[in-house]
């Protein structure tokens, strides 16, 4: 009885030491976007590049933002498509489709261009992330913008996906579940249920460990 549930607890302990038992990753954004810069004081948009190149599944991966440092509430919004097809409200997470013509545009289409797209379509105050496709660059960022409907707002470029070089196309596998906003930690009370949780195992295993002959 004892050799059993011993393996049932290691079990137990593996389940909660891993959140995530697939091959899928999470890029977690857990700090302040404009920390380092005057972009938040300074009039008019500021740009702040520096992100890191990384490489992005579409089909597992997903991007995590903590609501404490990016004020975008508690739930994904998700919205995907050309400029015109997009709802001019309730977006806090976008992927801005490209035409022919913005890849083959003899001007760079940048974080800029994109941002004065949506701020044309968009009319109601929020910030908010978009990833588009960089024409210069050819592939494509993530974004966070301090207002999706301000075409002064400012903007850090978060991340760019170098494994998607050169397809604009791959902005069409983009979903919802490719974005989350982190949830808190447990609260005080659930670590406490948790620990008594274990102090029972630990008590169900004195119960059924067989006396040790004199």
């Not at 919004?77 to 489709?97: D, H």
């Not at 707002?153 to 490719?178: E, H, V, Y």
């Not at 009370?189 to 460990?209: D, E, H, P």
Request: hydrophobic fraction near 45%; glycine fraction near 10%.
């Amino acid at each position: 009885m004892f050799k059993r549930f011993s393996f049932w607890l290691l079990g137990t302990a593996a389940l909660f030491g891993s959140s995530n038992v697939s091959a899928q990753q999470a890029f977690t954004f857990a700090s302040d976007p404009f920390a380092g810069t005057t972009a938040l004081t300074t009039p008019g948009r500021q740009i702040v590049g520096g992100e890191p190149s990384i490489v992005f599944d579409i089909l597992t991966d997903r991007f995590v933002f903590d609501p404490a440092f990016f004020d975008v509430g508690t739930t994904v919004t998700f919205g995907s498509g050309l400029i015109a097809n997009l709802p001019a409200s309730g977006l806090n997470a976008i992927v801005l489709q490209t035409t022919d013509d913005d890849a083959n545009a003899s001007t760079a289409f940048g974080a800029g261009n994109a941002a004065n797209l949506l701020a044309g379509q968009i009319t109601s105050d929020g910030a908010g992330f978009f990833i588009y496709f960089n024409s210069g660059l050819n592939l494509p960022r993530l974004v966070y913008s301090t207002n999706l409907s301000d075409p002064t707002a400012d903007l850090k470029i978060l991340a760019r996906m170098t494994n998607l070089s050169g397809s604009p196309s791959s902005l069409n596998q983009f979903s919802a579940a490719n974005f989350q906003i982190a949830t808190a930690v447990p609260e005080s009370g659930s670590w406490a249920m948790m620990l008594l949780g274990f102090g029972a195992i630990g008590g169900v295993m004195r119960r059924n460990r067989k006396p040790v002959p004199a």
